[in-house]
C-alpha cells in the first residue's frame, strides 16, 4: 500500500502480466502477457519480458503529443458516442488529424 502502482490513461496490460509495486506506467503503453514489470514504463511504450524492457513506441512522437492533447479518455460520453464510428475506423494518425485542437 505504500508504494502503489500508477497507471496512465488508455493502458493494455497482458494476460498474466506482473506489475512490481511503485512502477509507474505511462499514459498508452501496452505490456505483453506474461511479462513482468519491475521499472517504469515511459508513455507509448511496448514493453515485454522477464523482466519487462521496452521494445518500441507504439507512435511516432507527433502522434503521442496529439493523442495527449485529444485526451479523449476526459470525453463526455456523448462525446464518445458521436466518435465510435472514428474510434472504429481510423488508425491513430487519422484520429490525430482529425480531432487535435492544434490541427
Known amino acids: 500500500r505504500s ?16 506489475v512490481l509495486p511503485g512502477v509507474v506506467i505511462g499514459t498508452g ?34 502522434i503521442q503529443d496529439a493523442l495527449l492533447r485529444i485526451a479523449w479518455w476526459d470525453w463526455s460520453h456523448q462525446q464518445l458516442q458521436d ?3 472514428d474510434f472504429r475506423r481510423l488508425d491513430a494518425a487519422g484520429f490525430a488529424e482529425k480531432y487535435d485542437p492544434e490541427t
Open 3 to 18: 508504494h502503489p502502482v500508477k497507471m496512465g490513461h488508455d493502458v493494455w496490460v497482458g494476460h498474466g502480466a506482473v
Open 29 to 62: 503503453a501496452a505490456i505483453g502477457a506474461g511479462s513482468v514489470v519491475t521499472k517504469d514504463v515511459p508513455p507509448f511504450t511496448v514493453a515485454a519480458g522477464v523482466p519487462a524492457k521496452p521494445i518500441r513506441e507504439r507512435f511516432p512522437r507527433e
Open 83 to 85: 466518435a465510435l464510428n
